[in-house]
C-alpha cells in the first residue's frame, strides 16, 4: 500500500541529485522545427519511461580500478588482435582467392580502431596501414553505433566498412583484459596459408642460381665488433740503424674485419722523419714477404670449367665447393697475438710488449688469459735534476719573483680560485674569524688599546682595527692593512718560500707577531666558535675529541683527587659549577698545557646554555637587509597569496603552508632564518600571523634602522668574556674521562 501524497509522508525524489540540465530534443532542420534526437535521456540525464539509452563508448564494470576517465585510466594501452582477410582473385588462374594476414588494434582510451598489415617483400600490394585510427561504426541496420571492446572475441569475424576479417588469436595482455572484463575467450584459430604464396616459395626454394655464387657474410662481425679495437705496444730493434736504438710501435687490431695497421711514435729531437703510418692497414700475413703472385691467383671463389674447349666457346662453370688450387694464406688473428709474442711485419721482427685496458678485458673475457705482465723495453728515466732557485731579492712579492724562475716569459702567480669560490662571503656565510685581541707590551698606555683581527678563509689574509675609545689620545681605526701576514724568525733573502700565519695559528690564548707586534687573542665572536667547531678536523682547539683524549692522558693518574677537588667546588651538590672555577680547575690539573680556546671548547660543549628571547627587530634587520640586496618588492601579491589562501578569513595560516608560499616566491632567505621568523609570528594556537609576517618583511613601508652586529663593546676590559651558559655540568665530563663512579 502507497503512503498517501500529503506533507510529510512524501519523499524528495529529487534528494541526492546533482544535475538537472535538460537535453536538447527539438531542433530546426532546413528551417523546419522537428525532432532531431529521440535516444536522448531526460532530466538530468536520467533515461525517460520505457527509453533505453545505447553507451556510444566501451562501458567498464563498476567497482574496478580507479575513478579516473577512461582518457586517463587506459592512457597507451592497446588490445592486439592476429586477423587475417580472405580475398577473392577473379582475374587470375593462378591463384582464386588471397590470404592477408594483419593486426587489428584496439585503443582503450577512445575507442579507436587501426588495422595494419605487415610488409611482405614483393608483394606487390600496397601494405601497411590498411585503416587508419579512428572509431568505426558497426554494420548496417546499426550504422549509427561504434564498435566497442564488446565487440571483439578470439575466433569471430568482424566487419570494417563491408571487409571481413576473422580474428584467430591476441596477445597475453589482451587475454588477461578480456578476462577480467568477464568475456569468456574462445579458443584460438589456426592461422591458414596463402596457397598462392606457398606456390611461389616452393618454386623459389628449388630454384639454383645461373651463375656460380658463394654467400661471404661478413656483416656480422663488423656489426658486433664495429668501433672495437685491440692496442698493443710494440718495439722494434731495427738492425740497419746506426745505434741499434729500439723503435716503439702501437699495433691496432680491428675487430670488426681483421685488418693491423701499426704507428710509430716519434720521440722529440729523434732526427728523424714523421710518416703517417708505419704499416697501412690491411690484412697482415704470417709469412711475408713471399713471390708475387699472377693477377687472379689469390680470389674468393674458385670456377671449375666443366667441358674445358670441348665446346668451344661456349663454356659450362661450376663453383668449386673444395677449392682446388686454391693459394692458402695464413693472416695473423686475434688469437695471436699476446704480450711477449714476436711477429712478422713484411720481414721485420716486432715485439709485443703492453696493452691498454680494453684489450685486457677482451683477452680475460673471450680467452680466459689473466696474466698480462709486460715486457720492459724502456731504459729508466734518469733521475730529474732538482731545481734550485736563486735567493729573494727582496723586489716585488716572494710568489711573483718565483714565477719569473720558472720559465722564459714570466707569469702571473696563479691564487687557489677554487678556494676563493667555496669560502667567499655568501649570504650569512662571512667564511671570516674574528678575535679580540690586545697588545702584550708593558707600556701603560698600549696595555688598554683593544683590536679586532680579521681573519679571511678565502685567501688567507689578515686585517686589524683597532677600537676607538676616547680621552686615550690614539686614533683607532685601520691599524693593519689586509693581506697575508708572515711568521716572525724566517730569514729574508732565503730560496724556500715563507711560511704565512694559517686559520690553524689564530685562536683564544694564542700569542701572534704581526710586523714586530705582540698580540693576546683573548676572546673571539660565537661565528669564529662555531665554525671551527665544524670544522673540528682543521682546528685542533676544538675538536672536542682529541682535547678529551689529551686531557685523559693527563688527569687518569689521578682521578680520585681530580673528583674530591670539582666535589669541593660544587658544596650544595648541584651537579653545576660556575666557569671560572672550572677554568682554574682545569688550568691547575693540566699544568697550563691547554690553551684558553681548548678550555672555553669544553665549556661550551658541557655548559648549560642561557635561554634567551631572539631579538624580533634584529631578525626582522637581518632579513630586510636580505631582500633589500636582492631586489625583492613583491610584497602585495605575497599578502594576496596569504589571504587567497586563508577560506575563513582568520589572519592565521598553519606554518606549512606559509613556507610553502614563501618558497613559491623564491624569498631570498636561508632555510633557517625563513623558519626561525614563522616561528616568531606564531600565535598561541601555532598558526602563522601571516599580515604581521608581510608587514615586517617590507622594507619599502616599515623600515627597521641599521643594526650592528657587535654589541657591548664598550664593557669589554680585555679580560675573557664570560661564555653564555650557566654553569658546566662536571659529572658528565668525569663519567666520560674516567668511567662512571660506583
Not at 588495422?115 to 596501414?129: C, D, H, I
Not at 705482465?373 to 731504459?379: C, D, E, F, G
Not at 689574509?461 to 711568521?487: A, H, P
Not at 689564530?506 to 665544524?534: I, P, Q, R, S, W
Request: contains cysteine; aromatic residues 12%; proline residues 7%.
Amino acid at each position: 500500500m502507497a503512503l498517501p501524497l500529503l506533507p510529510g509522508f512524501s519523499c524528495d525524489r529529487n534528494l541526492g541529485k546533482e544535475k538537472f540540465h535538460k537535453s536538447q530534443h527539438w531542433g530546426f532542420c532546413n528551417n523546419v522545427a522537428m525532432l532531431v534526437a529521440e535516444d536522448k535521456p531526460g532530466v538530468g540525464g536520467e533515461p525517460l519511461p520505457g527509453q533505453k539509452l545505447k553507451p556510444k563508448y566501451s562501458v567498464f564494470p563498476e567497482g574496478m580500478g580507479s575513478d579516473v576517465p577512461a582518457w586517463i585510466a587506459f592512457d597507451k594501452q592497446v588490445l592486439s588482435f592476429d586477423a587475417y582477410v580472405e580475398e577473392e582473385v577473379p582475374d587470375k588462374n593462378q591463384e582464386l582467392y588471397r590470404i592477408r594476414h594483419c593486426k587489428i588494434y584496439f585503443y582503450l582510451e577512445d575507442d579507436t580502431i587501426q588495422v595494419l598489415e605487415p610488409r611482405v617483400k614483393n608483394s606487390g600490394m600496397a601494405q601497411g596501414t590498411i585503416v587508419q585510427r579512428h572509431r568505426i561504426p558497426l554494420p548496417p541496420p546499426q550504422e549509427d553505433q561504434f564498435y566497442t571492446v564488446d565487440h571483439f572475441n578470439i575466433n569471430t569475424e568482424v566487419v570494417f566498412y563491408a571487409q571481413k576479417y576473422k580474428i584467430i588469436d591476441c596477445d597475453q595482455f589482451t587475454k588477461n583484459f578480456l578476462r577480467k572484463m568477464g568475456v569468456r575467450l574462445n579458443p584460438p584459430a589456426g592461422r591458414p596459408d596463402d596457397p598462392y604464396t606457398k606456390e611461389r616459395q616452393k618454386i623459389q626454394d628449388s630454384m639454383n642460381p645461373l651463375r656460380p655464387y658463394e654467400r661471404i657474410d661478413t656483416l656480422k662481425q663488423f656489426l658486433e665488433h664495429d668501433g672495437h679495437v685491440l692496442r698493443f705496444f710494440c718495439v722494434w730493434d731495427d738492425p740497419e740503424s746506426m745505434f741499434h736504438d729500439p723503435r716503439e710501435l702501437v699495433l691496432h687490431y680491428y675487430l670488426s674485419d681483421d685488418t693491423i695497421d701499426i704507428k710509430e711514435i716519434m720521440p722529440v729531437n729523434s732526427g728523424r722523419d714523421t710518416v703517417p703510418l708505419f704499416l697501412r692497414r690491411d690484412k697482415l700475413p704470417k709469412h711475408a714477404p713471399t713471390g708475387l703472385y699472377q693477377p687472379g691467383t689469390i680470389t674468393s671463389r674458385t670456377v671449375l670449367n666443366v667441358f674445358g674447349k670441348l665446346a668451344g666457346n661456349r663454356g659450362r662453370y661450376l663453383l668449386d665447393n673444395r677449392k682446388t688450387g686454391e693459394v692458402h694464406q695464413e693472416f695473423y688473428r686475434d688469437s695471436d697475438l699476446k704480450i711477449g709474442a714476436i711477429i712478422n711485419v713484411w720481414g721485420r721482427k716486432i715485439m709485443l710488449c703492453d696493452c691498454d685496458e680494453f684489450t685486457k678485458e677482451y683477452y680475460r673475457m673471450k680467452y680466459g688469459i689473466q696474466d698480462f705482465t709486460p715486457v720492459p723495453y724502456k731504459a729508466p728515466p734518469p733521475p730529474k735534476p732538482e731545481k734550485i732557485f736563486p735567493p729573494y731579492t727582496g723586489f716585488g712579492s716572494e710568489e711573483d719573483s718565483l714565477c719569473s724562475c720558472m720559465g722564459l716569459l714570466p707569469k702571473p702567480p696563479q691564487k687557489d680560485f677554487k678556494k676563493f669560490m667555496e669560502k667567499d662571503r655568501s649570504g650569512m656565510e662571512s667564511n671570516t674569524l674574528r678575535f679580540c685581541a690586545k697588545l702584550v707590551t708593558d707600556s701603560p698606555v698600549d696595555k688598554d688599546r683593544k683590536f679586532i683581527i680579521s681573519y679571511f678563509l678565502s685567501d688567507d689574509t689578515i686585517s686589524v682595527f683597532e677600537y676607538t675609545q676616547r680621552n686615550t689620545g690614539i686614533l683607532g681605526g685601520k691599524f693593519l692593512e689586509r693581506g697575508r701576514i708572515k711568521k716572525p724568525g724566517q730569514e729574508l733573502f732565503k730560496s724556500e718560500p715563507s711560511e704565512y700565519f694559517k686559520a690553524q695559528n689564530l685562536f683564544v690564548g694564542a700569542t701572534v707577531c704581526f710586523h714586530g707586534h705582540n698580540f693576546l687573542l683573548v676572546d673571539a665572536d660565537e661565528y669564529t666558535f662555531n665554525y671551527m667547531e665544524k670544522h673540528a678536523n682543521e682546528f685542533p682547539v676544538a675538536d672536542i675529541g682529541f682535547i678529551l683524549k689529551k686531557l685523559k692522558d693527563l688527569a687518569e693518574p689521578h682521578s680520585r683527587e681530580i673528583r674530591q677537588l670539582f666535589a669541593a667546588t660544587d658544596p650544595e651538590h648541584t651537579k653545576v659549577i660556575q666557569y671560572d672555577p672550572f677554568r682554574h680547575l682545569i688550568s691547575s690539573i693540566t699544568g697550563g698545557a691547554f690553551s684558553e680556546h681548548e678550555i672555553m671548547t669544553l665549556g661550551r660543549y658541557y655548559g648549560v646554555r642561557d635561554e634567551y628571547e631572539m631579538d624580533i627587530h634584529f631578525l626582522l634587520a637581518v632579513a630586510q637587509e636580505q631582500l633589500k640586496k636582492n631586489s625583492f618588492e613583491n610584497f602585495e601579491q605575497l599578502s594576496a597569496v596569504f589571504l587567497y589562501n586563508d577560506r575563513e578569513k582568520l589572519g592565521v595560516l598553519p606554518q606549512d603552508v606559509c613556507r610553502t608560499i614563501c618558497k613559491s616566491f623564491k624569498l631570498p632567505l636561508a632555510d633557517g632564518d625563513l623558519q626561525t621568523l614563522l616561528t616568531v609570528f606564531e600565535d598561541d594556537h601555532k598558526q602563522v600571523e601571516y599580515k604581521k609576517l608581510v608587514d615586517g618583511l617590507n622594507w619599502r613601508e616599515n623600515r627597521i634602522p641599521a643594526f650592528q652586529t657587535i654589541k657591548n663593546e664598550d664593557d669589554w676590559s680585555g679580560q675573557p668574556l664570560s661564555l653564555p651558559v650557566k654553569g658546566i655540568k662536571y659529572l658528565t665530563l668525569l663519567d666520560e674521562l674516567f668511567g662512571k663512579e660506583e
